[in-house]
Every structure is written in structure tokens, then in C-alpha cells.
């Protein structure tokens, strides 16, 4: 079992910077690739970023990219989403995934607002 706890989030007004974390417990991070998916009421959830063990594999979708950094720190057992430039079309509930073998793992997420 893997237990995958988001924070960070809150309100921001548009042009500012959050920085976001995800905290892993129950088992240490292995080779395997860690996600930040995001999602509106209303919208399919949203593939954000996603970084491999390494940390030198990462890939953002078209409409983060230039504005927002993943990272990661596996001593920590942590995965960073360094946001910035943000805009109110950002707002969204943020969530961390990984997956071991075919099981995926979600955390509860947390909530990002940018003002206008």
C-alpha cells in the first residue's frame, strides 16, 4: 500500500508562484514514475507532469510548459510542482499519482485558485 499526501495549495492571484508537494509513505519510491494530474468540476482529469526515477526524464503538457517544474527528491520520498506565471485557467484541484506494477495510486489532492 502506497498513501500519496498533496499540500501546498491555496489562493494566488494571477502572474504568482506556488509550489506544491507530495509526500509518499508505506514504501519507498522505486523505479517508477511519478505523476501530477489535475482537474475541474465539469472536466476529465488533466495529465500535468511526470518525472522518472532519475529525476532527468520529465514531460509537461503544452499548456504548463515554461511555467511549471517537476522534481523530486527520493531520500525525501517527496515530488515538488514548482508553479509559476500562473493563470486563472490553472485553477484546479492538484493530485500525485504513481504506479507499481498495474495499480495506480492517488492522493486526496489539493486545491490551487488563481485570481484575476
Known amino acids: 500500500q502506497v498513501q500519496l499526501v498533496e499540500s501546498g495549495g491555496g489562493l494566488v492571484q494571477a502572474g504568482g508562484s506556488l509550489t506544491l508537494s507530495c509526500a509518499a509513505s508505506?514504501?519507498?519510491?522505486?523505479?517508477?514514475?511519478m505523476d501530477w494530474f489535475r482537474q475541474t468540476p465539469g472536466k476529465e482529469r488533466e495529465f500535468v507532469a511526470t518525472?522518472?526515477?532519475?529525476?532527468?526524464?520529465?514531460y509537461y503538457a503544452d499548456s504548463v510548459k515554461g511555467r511549471f517544474t517537476i522534481s523530486r527528491d527520493n531520500a525525501k520520498n517527496t515530488v515538488v510542482l514548482q508553479m509559476s506565471s500562473l493563470k486563472p485557467e490553472d485553477t484546479a484541484v492538484y493530485y500525485c499519482?504513481?504506479?507499481?506494477?498495474?495499480?495506480?495510486?492517488w492522493g486526496q489532492g489539493t486545491q490551487v485558485t488563481v485570481s484575476s
Open positions: 499519482k504513481t504506479r507499481v506494477g498495474n495499480t495506480d495510486y
Open positions: 508505506g514504501r519507498t519510491f522505486g523505479p517508477y514514475f
Open positions: 518525472i522518472g526515477w532519475s529525476g532527468g526524464s520529465t
